[in-house]
């Protein structure tokens, strides 16, 4: 139960992540699953905001553990593969993995508390995390 929530969270955060790095203007071009054909409108509100409260999970994760989700989540390859490029066995990167499912559940959990991440409580926020804009209607 808890690794299909984590994962399936991870899944749409990443499909968000590729989404708004191609600037929102299509499909992404690239991701780690198969996404298949989708209807224009796709994306919610709730989902919006969920994929920002998994990417500042994901920015509070150490970095060890966050070089695993991204290239779990975001790279085309085989598990074999992902090790290598985090310089890794694959069984330390499945331990990692795990580790970092646990630690993205926990941090979900803290946001739904109104707790601050410990990236975010000592004012260090990761350059690269994705910024929602609100646009007055």
């Given at each position: 139960?808890?690794?299909?929530?984590?994962?399936?969270?991870?899944?749409?955060?990443?499909a968000y992540r590729a989404k708004r790095e191609d600037n929102g203007l299509g499909?992404?071009?690239k991701c780690s699953f198969d996404l298949g054909p989708?209807?224009?409108g796709f994306w919610?509100?709730?989902?919006?905001?969920?994929c920002y409260d998994v990417d500042r999970a994901v920015c509070a994760l150490i970095p060890e553990r966050k070089d695993v989700v991204m290239k779990c989540y975001t790279v085309t390859a085989t598990i074999v593969q992902?090790?290598?490029m985090c310089g890794i066995t694959d069984k330390t990167y499945n331990l990692r993995l795990t580790?970092?499912?646990?630690?993205?559940?926990?941090?979900?959990?803290?946001?739904?508390?109104?707790?601050?991440?410990?990236?975010?409580?000592?004012?260090?926020?990761?350059?690269?995390?994705?910024v929602i804009v609100a646009v007055a209607a």
């Amino acid at each position: 139960m808890l690794d299909t929530y984590v994962v399936n969270q991870l899944n749409l955060w990443a499909a968000y992540r590729a989404k708004r790095e191609d600037n929102g203007l299509g499909w992404p071009k690239k991701c780690s699953f198969d996404l298949g054909p989708s209807s224009g409108g796709f994306w919610t509100p709730a989902m919006e905001s969920s994929c920002y409260d998994v990417d500042r999970a994901v920015c509070a994760l150490i970095p060890e553990r966050k070089d695993v989700v991204m290239k779990c989540y975001t790279v085309t390859a085989t598990i074999v593969q992902k090790a290598k490029m985090c310089g890794i066995t694959d069984k330390t990167y499945n331990l990692r993995l795990t580790m970092a499912h646990r630690d993205v559940l926990g941090f979900l959990n803290d946001l739904a508390c109104g707790i601050p991440l410990p990236n975010e409580a000592s004012g260090d926020m990761e350059e690269n995390s994705l910024v929602i804009v609100a646009v007055a209607a």
